[in-house]
């Protein structure tokens, strides 16, 4: 069997398991998708927004605060006088109270950690749509690469199942002996098997992307064979390491709750420190019986005003427990930040150094997929003349099998490195999204 009738043969079975392209979803519907169904995303934002919350709550406690108060009370004296009767009196008395703190530490280090607070959370969120972003295009290239891998399963079955019948045939023209019957049979079920396995991978990984999405993904666009093979730029490790130590979300969210844990131990350390705060207060009281009708005989109000201070003495150590633990905290935050920093340098490292090598790697699979189909073209040809033996020839169709699922799998990884690249700098975008998108077809 010639190599035309061969790559004919393939390229017919990919065409019969991959979906038809008329009206494609692709990469950029399945991310409108996400962002308005990810939960991941969502839970973020939510978060985002209850941090926030929390820098007009500490603001409060340094603004007026203004209240108002009305007290009545009523008196039963019992009875009085001859006749039986009795009278019942009352009072109300109304209050209204202004209170502006003038002198508090603890409470003007808790406004500015509930800011760092706040700026850790948005930094979150701004990693989480970065993460969405890596998320969306991993989750749509494994439903690619499953499809890939099932198209060259179902390829390769009908393959060994035609190297199955010839084997039969030519045991019954006892021009091959009954081993290659046999050895033919087993890798035809052999291969079968791993067809079934295929698609199960395919229908987990249209699940994964439907984790992020909420639906089920139709039928999907995919990366064309001319791929751009470019090195990151700038082409420069460091500079991306330098970067990523600037501009990373995960960084600098970390960064700012070590600030926030700063100012919760000067929060905590004011607790020995005097407050002032200034009082301003009016009240009025008036009062009225049943024995003397009449209008409820109010005195004239007064006002106060006052300033309060406040010197914690002794609180049973609280306080300096409170010092403690906020340092504690602190520290471990400080731990945490470094580990991050770390961590976001050694995969800036990493994600450069895949995609300048991927270049390479993605040239060298090609390769191999083209020098391993002139293989099985040979190797078939040999034993149609009886130069070669079944083995060979089922060996060249695995080698080709593998060979081509690793030039898929390079392929969408090189894309995917770059991407990740760029979330490790802290600098991956909507922009890189359509980018890839335009890859497809």
Not at 120 to 140: C, D
Not at 206 to 221: N, S
Not at 230 to 243: F, G, K, L, R
Request: a negative charge.
């Amino acid at each position: 069997m010639g190599t035309k009738t061969w790559g004919g043969r393939l390229a017919l079975a990919v065409a019969c398991v991959l979906p038809s392209m008329a009206g494609a979803e692709d990469l950029l519907d399945v991310y409108r998708q996400a962002v308005t169904n990810d939960p991941v995303l969502a839970g973020a934002d939510a978060r985002r927004l209850v941090a926030a919350e929390a820098v007009p709550q500490a603001r409060s406690a340094l603004l007026p605060q203004l209240s108002a108060g009305l007290d009545l009370q009523q008196f039963h004296p019992g009875r009085t006088g001859t006749d039986g009767t009795g009278g019942h009196s009352r009072q109300r008395d109304l209050s209204v109270s202004l209170g502006q703190t003038v002198v508090d530490v603890s409470k003007f280090a808790r406004e500015r950690g509930a800011h760092d607070t706040a700026d850790a959370q948005e930094e979150t969120y701004r990693g989480e749509l970065q993460n969405l972003y890596v998320r969306v295009a991993s989750a749509y290239f494994a439903v690619l690469v499953a499809q890939d891998q099932l198209a060259v399963f179902q390829s390769y079955e009908d393959a060994y199942k035609q190297q199955h019948d010839q084997a039969s045939e030519l045991f019954h023209d006892g021009l091959a002996p009954a081993a290659d019957v046999s050895q033919s049979q087993a890798y035809y079920f052999y291969i079968r098997s791993q067809r079934v396995t295929a698609q199960d991978a395919l229908k987990d990984a249209q699940r994964a992307l439907q984790e992020i999405t909420g639906q089920l993904p139709g039928h999907l666009k995919t990366l064309r064979d001319d791929l751009p093979m470019q090195p990151p730029s700038p082409n420069d490790a460091e500079a991306w390491v330098h970067q990523a130590m600037d501009m990373n979300p995960d960084l600098l969210a970390a960064t700012h709750l070590v600030r926030a844990d700063e100012h919760s131990i000067s929060a905590a350390r004011a607790g020995h420190l005097p407050t002032l705060g200034l009082a301003v207060g009016y009240g009025k009281t008036g009062a009225w019986s049943d024995a003397a009708r009449g209008g409820a005989g109010y005195g004239p109000g007064s006002t106060t005003v006052g300033l309060t201070l406040t010197v914690p003495l002794f609180s049973g150590g609280l306080t300096q427990s409170q010092v403690r633990q906020a340092i504690h905290q602190r520290d471990a935050d400080q731990d945490d930040l470094e580990v991050l920093r770390r961590r976001t340098a050694r995969d800036a490292y990493n994600y450069f150094n895949l995609v300048v090598d991927g270049i390479g790697q993605v040239g060298d699979a090609r390769g191999s997929v083209e020098a391993a189909k002139k293989a099985v073209a040979s190797m078939r040809a040999g034993y149609d003349i009886g130069t070669q033996t079944l083995t060979n020839v089922v060996v060249a169709i695995e080698t080709l099998a593998n060979v081509r699922s690793q030039y898929i799998a390079v392929r969408h990884q090189f894309i995917l490195n770059k991407l990740l690249l760029k979330r490790a700098a802290g600098v991956a975008s909507l922009d890189d999204i359509q980018d890839i998108n335009r890859l497809l077809e």
